[in-house]
């Protein structure tokens, strides 16, 4: 079972240790059946103190031994649930954008939720289920200690039942593999109705047709798949009940026809068949769950593997290359594919020279690949040819990520973190209540031990905020992403008059995509792109140092 392979790759050591206590717990409960049945064919003499003795000590080697292995379990089974929660997000942390753009957020968040949910909710049985099955185990042995022939007839009978019952099983888990593939569309759903609740509720026809054409349809199936895959759980754990009563029904009615049997042996079995009913229905009713879990697995471990087939090397440690003097692209073509191989847009080929200090535009129409040439600037997506090269120093896999840390960018569809991650100034409190003075947010926004006190602001408000970090990221080059396209006529002045200037006279090289013709007289160069081609590339002047400085006297 995937589930128990994966915990004994978590921790073996610990698995062991829990196997063997809670066998020792299990095979202690038989002793004590068989200790609690010979106690009452000796009724008619009074106990003799070894059984008592016998008695209380298996209680307690049973106990003991069962707290120890659920203990374990419980930790083993709750380090297991940390570990993929957190190699889940590392591996989406550590894979290409364009990958997870791919995959889409739904994706994601599927996994990040319904399957992890699977996961721990079947870990977190794992410690009863465990016991569960060592008491039954024990009182298998116990049987089998009593006669050869309930030996030969539990082995039959228990093979019957485990390649009946697996069969089921695989038959569900085929099911709700379907089932949880039609998740991800739900999701997509859930999604659209959280991102999508003004559009849905301003108009009803659409909303009605949302409800009707695509949730329910989505849901329906859904449904319908799991309902098939339960039934299938439904339909194994009745048969794995029926055949432990065939089993209890022919040792106690039958196996005596056959076999010469005292009373003392069929009393003997119906104490253990009554002890064993209460572990075999647990495990039979927990076997959904298990299964569940192993249909989990297999998602995050097929995103896992599909995200490890774009992987990206952790970032190296060499410090960013402040004085760097151009960066180049040569030849750099970015194409974006819908299915295998049919591309729906192009980037490039492009080539494209961005010197130190300079105040550069990247202007054009939608959709001509502004966006998509500032991700291949920044080093968020990889050219699949040509070259970017930052001082003649080619960026490969090897050193994107050294290469990406050179950038503080706002890109248009921006997300604010509530704490300021990463920042390690000393008196960063200090500097960012200047930097919101100065971005006129000080009456909205207050920072404390760098956490921002509140990001429910405009948009435009929030824009600043983004600005605010990117001021105190302190990169060498700055990438907005039509910033003042949210801001009103006094901020756009303040973006493109003094901002940019500002962050020039800091020797800050400044990219800017903007649609803001007014304004383009603020850059040292504009680069216009078509259909993902660059159309003209106007140097206006000189990179220049000098202009206001608004933002430069930090306290
Ligand atoms: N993640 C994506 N997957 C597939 N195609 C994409 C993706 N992002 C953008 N595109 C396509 O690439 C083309 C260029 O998009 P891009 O966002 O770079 O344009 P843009 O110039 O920034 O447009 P705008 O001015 O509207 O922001 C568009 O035709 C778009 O459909």
Same mark, same amino acid.
């Given at each position: ?47 003799? *103190?070894?059984?008592?003795? *016998? ?6 080697? !049973? ?15 709750? %380090? ?57 185990? %024990? ?9 050869? /022939? *309930? ?18 099983? @695989? ?6 593999? @379907?089932?949880?593939?039609? #998740? ?11 991102? *999508? ?50 089993? /209890? ?52 471990? /097929? ?63 939608? %959709? ?97 905020? !983004? ?5 105190? #990221? ?32 800091? %020797? ?48």
């Amino acid at each position: 079972m995937e589930l128990i392979r994966f915990l004994l790759r978590t921790s073996g050591r610990r698995m062991a240790i829990a196997i063997v206590t809670g066998m020792v717990s299990g095979v202690s409960s038989a002793g004590l059946i068989a200790l609690i049945s010979r106690s009452l064919h000796q009724q008619e003499s009074p106990a003799g *103190g070894w059984l008592v003795a *016998g008695f209380v000590g298996l209680v307690l080697v !049973a106990l003991a031994t069962s707290i120890v292995s659920q203990l374990v379990l419980v930790r083993l089974s709750q %380090g297991a649930v940390y570990q993929i929660r957190v190699r889940l997000v590392r591996q989406i942390l550590n894979s290409e954008l364009s990958r997870l753009e791919q995959l889409g957020s739904p994706r994601l968040m599927a996994s990040l939720t319904q399957d992890v949910h699977a996961i721990t909710d079947a870990i977190e049985r794992i410690p009863f289920v465990c016991i569960d099955l060592a008491t039954a185990v %024990g009182c298998l042995a116990y049987i089998t200690w009593l006669s050869w /022939a *309930g030996l030969a007839l539990m082995v039959a009978l228990c093979s019957l039942a485990g390649f009946t019952c697996i069969r089921f099983v @695989r038959w569900g888990e085929r099911w709700l593999m @379907r089932a949880r593939d039609e #998740e991800d569309h739900l999701f997509r759903h859930f999604r659209s109705t959280t991102e *999508g609740i003004k559009e849905l509720k301003l108009h009803q026809r659409r909303r009605m047709a949302f409800l009707d054409e695509q949730v329910e349809p989505t849901a329906q199936h859904f449904r319908d798949l799991s309902i098939r895959g339960l039934n299938w759980f439904a339909v194994s754990s009745s048969v794995g009940k029926l055949i432990f009563f065939v089993a /209890a029904g022919i040792i106690l009615f039958a196996l005596p026809q056959l076999v010469a049997s005292s009373r003392e042996l069929i009393s003997s079995y119906i104490l253990t068949f009554t002890f064993m009913m209460l572990p075999v229905d647990n495990i039979v009713n927990n076997l959904p769950y298990l299964s569940r879990s192993n249909v989990a697995l297999r998602k995050i471990n /097929a995103l896992g593997l599909s995200l490890s087939l774009h992987p990206e090397p952790l970032a190296g440690s060499e410090p960013q290359q402040e004085a760097w003097r151009v960066l180049r692209l040569d030849g750099v073509v970015y194409p974006y594919r819908s299915g295998e191989d049919e591309d729906t847009f192009t980037l490039g080929p492009l080539d494209l020279t961005i010197r130190r200090g300079e105040v550069l535009f990247l202007i054009g129409g939608n %959709g001509s690949g502004k966006s998509t040439l500032a991700k291949l600037i920044t080093g968020l997506y990889a050219p699949e040819r040509g070259e970017v090269r930052i001082d003649g120093l080619l960026i490969d896999d090897a050193n994107r990520e050294w290469y990406r840390q050179h950038f503080s960018a706002v890109f248009a569809d921006f997300h604010l973190f509530e704490q300021l991650l990463g920042l390690e100034h000393r008196q960063l409190d200090r500097q960012a209540a200047h930097y919101l003075h100065k971005l006129r947010l000080t009456q909205k926004v207050r920072v404390e031990n760098g956490r921002l006190s509140t990001l429910e602001l405009s948009q435009g408000q929030r824009k600043r905020l !983004a600005l605010l970090t990117a001021y105190l #990221e302190d990169r060498p080059i700055c990438l907005f992403d039509e910033w003042a396209a949210d801001q009103d006529p006094l901020f756009k002045d303040l973006f493109y008059r003094e901002i940019l200037p500002d962050l020039q006279s800091k %020797g800050k090289t400044v990219i800017v995509i903007s649609h803001d013709d007014r304004y383009f007289d603020s850059a040292d160069r504009l680069v216009k792109l078509e259909e993902g081609r660059i159309l003209s590339d106007t140097s206006r002047r000189p990179p220049h140092g000098g202009g206001p400085a608004l933002m430069s006297e930090i306290p």
